[in-house]
């Protein structure tokens, strides 16, 4: 039986950290607010040049060192994004050509914060049908162009890149393989 596993991983975070005391200055919010009911400090902010396809990229790159695998060896890219570079061509294909990953499949899942269960998901599908032997799997945001920075409820929940919240992992970036195991 064939299965995926993950064979390599890779992140980036924009160099812009905003904390709870910066948003004290904006909205009318507090950090014991925040954290009471988030357990969020500090979360990252893209400059103008970081992209989705930029942190989608640089993460991908370090997923294939771990791997031992060149771009040029995979089979397909999923990009899961809810704030893709632009609509069309798509952001996977955007991390395909900033790679040199060649003509391998690539699109993206926009399914915000499950986006990573469901490209899991996929991956793991292509690879236990046979479709494909290596899938690069992007999970990449960029929330702070999205959000409504004077709303309390919702601005100090986001973030760019891969954050890290308490008791949850948000955001991971791997490289998948697939594997045969008899013993299935």
Same mark, same amino acid.
């Given at each position: 039986?064939?299965?995926?596993?993950?064979?390599?991983?890779?992140?980036?975070?924009? @160099?812009?950290?905003?904390?709870?005391? /910066?948003?004290?200055?904006?909205?009318?919010?507090?950090?014991?607010?925040?954290?009471?009911?988030?357990?969020?400090?500090?979360?990252?902010?893209?400059? =103008?040049?970081?992209?989705?396809?930029?942190?989608?990229?640089?993460?991908?790159?370090?997923?294939?060192?771990?791997?031992?695998?060149?771009?040029?060896?995979?089979?397909?890219?999923?990009?899961?994004?809810?704030?893709?570079?632009?609509?069309?061509? =798509?952001?996977?294909?955007?991390?395909?050509?900033?790679?040199? =990953?060649?003509?391998?499949?690539?699109? /993206?899942?926009?399914?915000?914060?499950?986006?990573?269960?469901?490209?899991?998901?996929?991956?793991?599908?292509?690879?236990?049908?046979?479709? @494909?032997?290596?899938?690069?799997?992007?999970?990449?945001?960029?929330?702070?162009?999205?959000?409504?920075?004077? /709303?309390?409820?919702?601005?100090?929940?986001?973030?760019?890149?891969?954050?890290?919240?308490?008791?949850?992992?948000?955001?991971?970036?791997?490289?998948?393989?697939?594997?045969?195991?008899?013993?299935?």
């Amino acid at each position: 039986m064939k299965y995926a596993k993950i064979i390599g991983t890779g992140s980036y975070l924009p @160099s812009l950290v905003f904390t709870n005391e /910066d948003w004290e200055k904006r909205v009318n919010t507090s950090h014991q607010w925040i954290e009471e009911r988030t357990g969020i400090h500090s979360r990252h902010i893209a400059n =103008a040049q970081e992209t989705a396809s930029y942190m989608g990229t640089e993460a991908a790159k370090l997923a294939l060192e771990m791997a031992g695998v060149k771009p040029e060896e995979l089979d397909l890219i999923i990009a899961s994004t809810g704030a893709p570079d632009q609509i069309f061509p =798509a952001t996977a294909c955007l991390i395909q050509k900033k790679l040199g =990953a060649g003509t391998c499949g690539a699109f /993206d899942v926009q399914a915000a914060c499950s986006g990573f269960i469901y490209g899991l998901s996929i991956a793991d599908q292509f690879i236990r049908t046979g479709q @494909s032997k290596k899938i690069l799997l992007v999970c990449t945001e960029l929330m702070s162009r999205l959000i409504n920075w004077s /709303d309390r409820e919702t601005c100090v929940l986001f973030g760019d890149g891969k954050e890290k919240c308490p008791k949850m992992l948000q955001r991971i970036y791997c490289l998948l393989t697939g594997y045969h195991n008899e013993k299935f």
